[in-house]
């Protein structure tokens, strides 16, 4: 897949359709921020491949950095489920031809909903049909929706459809909804709204070597996610960069009370395995939570604990609770 940086918008507007354009065939544009790419924006994306692929079209994906949060009210700004590069990975598997990312500047948050239609939907990216969720809403102060969309789709040429959200439980599946499953550690059910378990990539740092003289050695991952589930013990799967299936692991992610820690760190211990991992950047899903962190009278008590949650780990991963 392709992934194009588009440069910031200038304030000025040229006439519709007379900005630089994309290159190639027109397009079957999905627009959205695409954050976790949980079940409702797959089916957005879905919806877009088949629409693109039955009339020969690149199917392209449109999202924004930073997210709009961050300009217009940046003290409510949502933290990221995943980085841009995970985003274009996942979108990527799903079979979009292009991402483009179009920076969310204050410039472009005041465009009108046509400013925007014409100029980035029709100008930039040669949009034949628009694909966007029932609740989108665009242009400055989200003036626009999806009726308005669909009324200047009519007066510059493209088609728009609008696709239903996605529900469980009643609910729409969000990435706020997200967030809020990860805060509570309850990534069982963050795993249902994504459609796969949540995960997070990483560089294996040194620690304190604690664990390996406790016969436990760990992978202390430096983080890249700005989004990690609640402290806790965690059921997990770590996929290595030599490929292969995901090893089975137990997670902590905490701060290591037993011994006096006070900064957040995650923590893997890979079971049945051996071998150098520093340097190396690891992916590591969370499958289930097993237990708060807490801390213990001394080293052996702590690894009888350990031994413990491997056990109860074992028998998570070997129920196939992640669809693995």
């Given at each position: 897949?392709?992934?194009?940086?588009?440069?910031?918008?200038?304030?000025?507007?040229?006439?519709p359709?007379?900005?630089?354009?994309?290159?190639?065939?027109?397009?079957v544009?999905?627009?959205?921020n695409?954050?976790?790419?949980?079940?409702?924006?797959?089916?957005?994306v879905?919806?877009?491949?088949?629409?693109?692929?039955?009339?020969?079209?690149?199917?392209?994906?449109?999202?924004?950095?930073?997210?709009?949060?961050?300009?217009?009210?940046?003290?409510?700004?949502?933290?990221?489920?995943?980085?841009?590069?995970?985003?274009?990975?996942?979108?990527?598997?799903?079979?979009?031809?292009v991402l483009?990312?179009?920076?969310?500047?204050?410039t472009?948050?005041?465009?009108?909903?046509r400013?925007f239609?014409?100029?980035?939907?029709?100008?930039?990216?040669?949009a034949?049909?628009?694909?966007?969720?029932?609740?989108?809403?665009?242009?400055?102060?989200?003036?626009?929706?999806?009726?308005?969309?669909?009324r200047?789709?009519?007066?510059?040429?493209?088609?728009?459809?609008?696709v239903?959200?996605?529900?469980?439980?009643g609910?729409?599946?969000?990435?706020?909804?997200?967030?809020?499953?990860?805060?509570?550690?309850?990534?069982?059910?963050?795993?249902?709204?994504?459609g796969?378990?949540?995960f997070?990539?990483?560089?294996?740092?040194?620690g304190?070597?604690?664990g390996?003289?406790?016969?436990?050695?760990?992978?202390?991952?430096?983080?890249?996610n700005?989004?990690?589930?609640?402290?806790?013990?965690?059921?997990?799967r770590?996929a290595?960069?030599?490929?292969?299936?995901?090893?089975?692991?137990?997670a902590?992610?905490?701060?290591?009370?037993?011994?006096?820690?006070?900064?957040?760190?995650?923590?893997?211990?890979?079971?049945?395995?051996?071998?150098?991992l520093?340097?190396?950047?690891?992916?590591?899903?969370f499958?289930?939570?097993?237990?708060?962190?807490?801390?213990?009278?001394?080293?052996?008590?702590?690894?009888?604990?350990?031994?413990?949650?491997?056990?109860?780990?074992?028998?998570v991963?070997?129920?196939?609770r992640?669809?693995?």
């Open positions: 897949m392709e992934v194009v940086r588009l440069e910031p918008l200038p304030e000025v507007a040229a006439a359709g007379t900005s630089e354009p994309r290159d190639g065939p027109e397009a544009v999905a627009v959205g695409f954050d976790g790419v949980h079940r409702g924006h797959q089916a957005l879905l919806a877009a491949l088949a629409r693109a692929r039955s009339r020969s079209d690149v199917c392209l994906a449109l999202t924004f950095d930073p997210h709009p949060a961050v300009v217009l009210s940046p003290e409510r700004a949502p933290r990221s489920l995943m980085t841009l590069e995970q985003k274009a990975e996942l979108l990527a598997a799903l079979g979009v031809d483009t990312v179009l920076p969310f500047t204050p472009l948050a005041a465009f009108s909903p400013d239609a014409a100029r980035v939907l029709v100008g930039a990216l040669r034949r049909s628009v694909v966007v969720g029932e609740g989108f809403r665009f242009g400055k102060g989200r003036a626009g929706d999806v009726a308005e969309l669909q200047l789709g009519q007066e510059l040429g493209f088609e728009v459809m609008a239903s959200a996605v529900l469980q439980d609910l729409r599946v969000s990435s706020t909804g997200i967030r809020e499953s990860l805060r509570e550690g309850d990534v069982a059910r963050a795993a249902v709204l994504l796969r378990p949540h997070v990539d990483g560089r294996v740092v040194r304190d070597g604690r390996r003289t406790l016969g436990i050695p760990t992978a202390n991952l430096a983080l890249e700005e989004v990690a589930p609640k402290e806790g013990v965690y059921a997990a770590v290595l960069p030599a490929g292969g299936p995901p090893r089975a692991a137990v902590n992610l905490g701060r290591r009370p037993t011994f006096g820690g006070d900064a957040v760190a995650l923590e893997a211990h890979l079971l049945d395995f051996e071998g150098d520093y340097g190396q950047r690891l992916r590591l899903s499958v289930e939570r097993l237990r708060d962190e807490k801390g213990f009278p001394g080293p052996h008590a702590l690894v009888a604990q350990i031994s413990a949650d491997v056990l109860q780990a074992r028998r991963l070997a129920e196939g992640d669809g693995l």
